[in-house]
């Protein structure tokens, strides 16, 4: 074999394998850089992915929240309608509440233009069955109901109080038509100007409002009498008035209480007469033989008791032998003060009352006929203020004609 042939069959198996490695390596090579080339292809597309992912995402995101956007709109819409709907829902619940309590106030209103309708009815009713009204300078008697009958009283003027004392006194002229003695009463009532009287086309409503307005400016007083009011004639007594000027009297009315009346009695016992150990005055005892007067002129310790001096005038032609006094004593009564009001006044009334205690007294020393007789009695007291109101009964138990001797008879 030539040498040729021997390098040509030794080639192959020399020369092979490094083209074979060489081979294997540039295709190696080549893979890589295909494999660079397709991965860079790879990642060129991955990222063209990504970018088109982000762009469909900020579409989506931007959508959601556009849409978002519209559904906050939305819901800013029906809370702002809500909202108006609330507002027109209290808005017409004010109202409603509104015109109901409209309502509740006029009916309120009709009800007390009744209630006053149904007070001024009152008023009036009363006035003309038991108060006595009397304007100043009225001269003719008006009626004045009681629990006991009707009385009539008469106005018979006012004028200044005299004595120190203030304000005003009127004479009033209290006829008695009744068959029964009234020994203890009072008068309450009050002064002012005089009523009003409805102008014309003046709604009852409107003249209602001035009764009550003029109601406002009366001034009150009350008093209690013990002066007798003997039945069948006119008796006067004189009441007092706090007032300053004359002018601020333009009229009375007022209302009579009867607190103590008798009948005519047959058994002896006479009636109540009041009597006073700390002021001047005459009392005048009634009995089935005549009338009586007393007068009180002072008193004087003895023991536990006062002995009380009384003058005794017997206007009649018996000589009373024994005389009984049985009644009641306590302090003076109260007057109502200025500014106060009745229901207190009552009360000092009743307290008054309470203060009163009974008493027994026996007068055995002759009364002689036409003159006064000074004598006296023993009260359970040893505080004169405690007589500064006396009242009683003055019941003669043994009584004579006096021996009238005449010249030249004999015994």
């Known amino acids: 074999m030539s040498a040729r042939y021997t390098a040509a069959m030794i080639f192959p198996s020399i020369v092979l394998p490094k083209v074979a490695r060489r081979v294997r390596v540039l295709a190696g090579l080549g893979a890589c850089a ?32 556009d849409e978002t956007s519209l559904a906050v709109e939305s819901l800013e819409s029906q809370r702002d309608q809500l909202m108006l709907r609330l507002e027109q829902a209290e808005t017409q619940g004010r109202t409603a509440l509104e015109q109901s309590g409209n309502t509740i106030a006029e009916q309120d209103l009709r009800f007390e ?37 009707t009385f009539l009283v008469r106005l018979d003027g006012v004028l200044p109080a005299t004595g120190g ?32 009287t409805p102008n014309p086309n003046e709604s009852d409503e409107d003249f209602i409002l001035r009764e009550e307005a003029w109601e406002k400016t009366l001034v009150p007083f009350q008093h209690l009498f013990v002066t007798p009011l003997e039945p069948g004639q006119w008796t006067q007594i004189e009441l007092p008035l706090e007032a300053e000027r004359l002018s601020d009297i333009k009229m009375l009315r007022f209302i009579m209480g009867i607190d103590r009346a008798y009948l005519e009695n047959q058994s002896g016992i006479g009636e109540i007469a009041v009597l006073s150990a700390l002021s001047e005055g005459t009392a005048f005892a009634k009995t089935p033989y005549g009338m009586f007067l007393l007068t009180a002129s002072g008193t004087t310790p003895e023991g536990s008791q006062l002995r009380l001096r009384i003058s005794i005038g017997n206007p009649l032609l018996l000589v009373i032998k024994k005389v009984k006094l049985t009644g009641e004593y306590g302090p003076t009564p109260p007057k109502r003060q ?27 020393t002759p009364i002689l006929p036409g003159r006064w007789n000074d004598t006296s009695i023993l009260m359970p007291t040893t505080i004169v203020n405690e007589l500064g109101y006396i009242r009683f009964t003055f019941s003669p138990e043994a009584a004579s004609f006096p021996v009238i001797e005449r010249p030249g008879s004999q015994r």
């Open 165 to 196: 004392n203030t304000g005003y006194v009127a004479t009033l002229n209290v006829g008695n038509p009744m068959g029964l003695t009234v020994t203890e009463f009072s008068l309450r009532g009050h002064f002012g100007e005089e009523h009003p």
């Open 338 to 364: 200025v500014g106060e009001d009745l229901p207190t006044f009552a009360l000092r009334l009743d307290d008054w009352q309470k203060q009163l205690k009974p008493f027994e007294a026996e007068i055995n």
């Open 34 to 65: 295909l494999a660079l080339m397709m991965t860079a292809c790879s990642d060129g597309n991955r990222v063209t992915e990504l970018e088109t992912q982000i762009s469909e995402l900020k579409e989506a995101t931007q959508k959601k929240a």
């Open 113 to 149: 233009r009744v209630e006053r309708a149904m007070a001024a009815l009152a008023r009036r009713r009363e006035r003309f069955e038991s108060l006595a009204y009397l304007p100043i300078g009225y001269t003719n008697h008006v009626t004045l109901g009681t629990a006991h009958g």
